[in-house]
């Protein structure tokens, strides 16, 4: 027996066919229960293979690698790798559609092949199968988010991708191009440098558009994994007039971010935002200064956030007091009131106006005395001669 035809018949078990050793074409296409295929490593003359929706197969192809194969199907068999396939060198028609393949470049070994079928994968380059051989291409609806990342600001209801040289290329070599949005994408506009997409939901994990080549048959659906992104820093800390002001702002990890800068409020005098995210400077003034701070990607996608910076006064330095030490008045020793006391007979007034001794008093007196009597003494003369 050459050829045996078993499509739809739920088969489970198909490990009795390894005798059949002259098999040249063989089809078990829709036995959605089979298990296993490692009979078929027997099967040497088997030129022409079949597996058409067989989702326990994907990850067994290494058992055909010694096959002399010329054309195999094997869509919708939950492929991921095409590496063991690619070692099939007789080869010249491939079908593995409805897939989940992102890499087709280990098919480029494959010198024998001129008819590949992709179609439903999640492949969004395919230039390395481009050379002369390639006869027959079909590479349409392919749908990848494979590391295809957007990192959309926290509350944005619009977000812009770049359009990454390379990232959609087809068989030729050339690029595909977004077209209009369609049933399956998000609501975007387009040019030859990024896609915008516009109102994003709240909770939207994924972003999706729809490309399209010229002339190949390449096309199919783009997908990006959304990643929030927003500002990551602490607030800045509260810091003193005259004292020095530092604070670095960070966003999520990932975002593309060009520079930051100050996008409302102002800063207290001597204090600067640098591009690189860094607070730095003397304040000189102080209050309370709410800023907002803007994180911005090269084509325009801006994360924002608003803080409060503290500015408190400078302390207000007390004078130092001088301490003062107390007059000492000296107290008279008992014998030095005694002498005082003795020299100084009779009652004494307080000296007032012009300070006089107690000499000068004695001194004037005795002078009066002396004055009083020699009047005396004229006028008894005066009286005697009369």
């Known amino acids: 027996m050459k050829t045996l035809i078993l499509p739809n018949n739920k088969i489970a078990d198909a490990s009795n066919l390894a005798a059949l050793?002259?098999?040249?074409?063989?089809?078990?296409?829709?036995?959605?229960?089979?298990a296993s295929i490692e009979f078929m490593s027997a099967l040497k003359n088997l030129t022409v293979l079949q597996l058409n929706s067989q989702p326990l197969l994907g990850?067994?192809?290494?058992?055909?690698?010694?096959?002399?194969?010329?054309?195999?199907?094997?869509?919708?068999?939950?492929?991921?790798?095409?590496?063991?396939?690619?070692?099939?060198?007789?080869?010249?028609?491939?079908?593995?559609?409805?897939?989940?393949?992102?890499?087709?470049s280990p098919l480029a070994a494959l010198t024998n092949l001129t008819d590949l079928r992709a179609i439903g994968n999640q492949v969004l380059n395919f230039d390395s199968l481009g050379g002369p051989g390639l006869t027959t291409f079909y590479g349409t609806s392919q749908?990848?988010?494979?590391?295809?990342?957007?990192?959309?600001?926290?509350?944005?209801?619009s977000y812009t991708h770049p359009i990454v040289a390379g990232e959609l290329t087809a068989v030729d070599g050339t690029d595909a191009g977004f077209v209009a949005p369609d049933r399956y994408t998000n609501t975007y506009t387009f040019d030859t440098e990024k896609?915008?997409?516009?109102?994003?939901?709240?909770?939207?994990?994924?972003?999706?558009?729809?490309?399209?080549?010229?002339?190949?048959?390449?096309?199919?659906?783009?997908?990006?994994?959304?990643?929030?992104?927003?500002?990551?820093n602490a607030d800045p800390s509260p810091a003193i007039e005259g004292a020095a002001v530092t604070h670095e702002f960070t966003v999520t990890e990932g975002f593309p971010v060009q520079r930051f800068e100050l996008a409302e409020g102002a800063l207290p005098a001597g204090v600067t935002l640098n591009e690189n995210g860094t607070l730095?400077?003397?304040?000189?003034?102080?209050?309370?200064?709410?800023?907002?701070?803007?994180?911005?990607?090269?084509?325009?996608?801006?994360?924002?956030?608003?803080?409060?910076?503290?500015?408190?006064?400078?302390?207000?330095?007390?004078?130092?007091?001088?301490?003062?030490?107390?007059?000492?008045?000296?107290?008279?020793?008992?014998?030095?009131?005694?002498?005082?006391?003795?020299?100084?007979?009779?009652n004494h007034l307080a000296q007032t106006g012009n300070d006089r001794n107690d000499a000068g008093i004695l001194f004037g007196g005795a002078a009066l005395l002396l004055a009083g009597a020699a009047l005396l003494g004229f006028r008894s003369r005066l009286g005697r001669a009369n």
């Open 21 to 34: 050793t002259n098999l040249d074409v063989l089809r078990l296409d829709y036995n959605p229960d089979l």
């Open 143 to 157: 749908w990848s988010t494979a590391d295809r990342v957007a990192y959309v600001p926290v509350g944005a209801a």
């Open 280 to 346: 730095s400077g003397t304040a000189t003034e102080a209050g309370t200064f709410p800023i907002t701070v803007s994180a911005l990607d090269a084509v325009g996608n801006t994360i924002s956030h608003t803080y409060a910076l503290v500015i408190e006064p400078a302390p207000i330095e007390q004078p130092t007091e001088t301490a003062i030490a107390p007059t000492t008045v000296p107290v008279p020793s008992a014998t030095a009131t005694a002498t005082a006391t003795a020299a100084k007979p009779g």
């Open 59 to 104: 990850s067994q192809t290494a058992t055909l690698a010694n096959l002399p194969l010329k054309q195999l199907t094997v869509n919708n068999i939950g492929l991921t790798s095409v590496e063991e396939i690619a070692k099939i060198a007789t080869l010249d028609y491939l079908a593995i559609s409805n897939n989940e393949v992102r890499d087709v």
């Open 195 to 232: 896609v915008s997409f516009t109102e994003l939901a709240a909770d939207a994990e994924i972003i999706r558009a729809k490309f399209a080549h010229e002339t190949a048959r390449f096309n199919g659906w783009v997908a990006y994994e959304i990643v929030w992104s927003d500002f990551t």
